[in-house]
């Protein structure tokens, strides 16, 4: 299983004093040499971590994957196919919520979705949708194109016991599921250094994408060892 690292909380530090430091460039840069495949950014509506400079920043200086995860709006439309990330996430976005709170509504949005996607696509740039651990989300995710899934696990992650382990065989029948639809499968939220390690038992999933928990654990021990530390739970 491979390692995407989310650098937005490094913004989130950064913007504080708004002084310049910490770099979410020199975050990225340290995750991808520590062996991550991947880096993950949101560019929200209120810009409250990630910015637009920073984005194009990543940009430039990403050689792994860039992930944009942005809500399904017209302005980030138009930022992703100038940007052209390796992939995009369509995540839901509220601005009252502290982080991304549950799948997006792909059966409220569908109608729109295949024609949102079509320009991206067509810019050479994949896409994902971040949905419940759900087959009906998943059927519609394949139907409006989408190239991957990112399976939400931000309910496992709050769980505890049975309840957290009926929630863990929720995601394994999703994944498999996804991958028989010819979707490739990742997930993310809520998972930490306690609660990962099951999930490279469900071999559908690819990859999974950790930022709060990483940069967490980055403030004590630096991003290379936070980074080593998490490969060597999934690995």
Do not use: W
Not at 52 to 73: N, P, Q
């Amino acid at each position: 299983m491979r390692l995407a690292v989310n650098i937005d909380h490094i913004a989130t530090l950064r913007n504080a004093r708004n002084e310049g430091e910490p770099n979410p460039v020199d975050a990225a840069l340290l995750a991808e040499k520590s062996g991550a495949v991947g880096i993950v950014c949101h560019l929200r509506e209120d810009r409250r971590h990630i910015r637009d400079s920073d984005l194009r920043a990543l940009r430039r200086a990403v050689t792994t994957k860039l992930d944009l995860e942005m809500a399904m709006t017209d302005e980030m439309q138009r930022i992703a196919i100038e940007t052209v990330p390796e992939l995009i996430t369509l995540v839901p976005e509220k601005r009252e919520e502290l982080t991304t709170e549950g799948g997006f509504d792909i059966r409220r949005h569908f109608r729109r979705l295949a024609e949102f996607l079509e320009p991206i696509r067509a810019a050479g740039i994949e896409a994902s949708i971040f949905i419940e651990p759900d087959r009906d989300a998943i059927d519609l995710a394949a139907e409006a194109g989408a190239d991957l899934v990112e399976l939400h696990t931000g309910s496992y992650a709050l769980k505890e016991g049975a309840e957290q382990a009926k929630e863990f065989e929720r995601i394994r029948s999703a994944a498999a599921y996804a991958a028989g639809r010819g979707l490739r499968v990742v997930a993310g939220h809520g998972l930490n250094y306690r609660n990962i390690a099951p999930f490279k038992s469900i071999g559908e999933i690819e990859e999974v994408s950790i930022g709060h928990a990483l940069i967490s654990r980055a403030a004590f021990v630096g991003i290379p060892e936070a980074v080593r530390e998490m490969l060597e739970l999934i690995g």
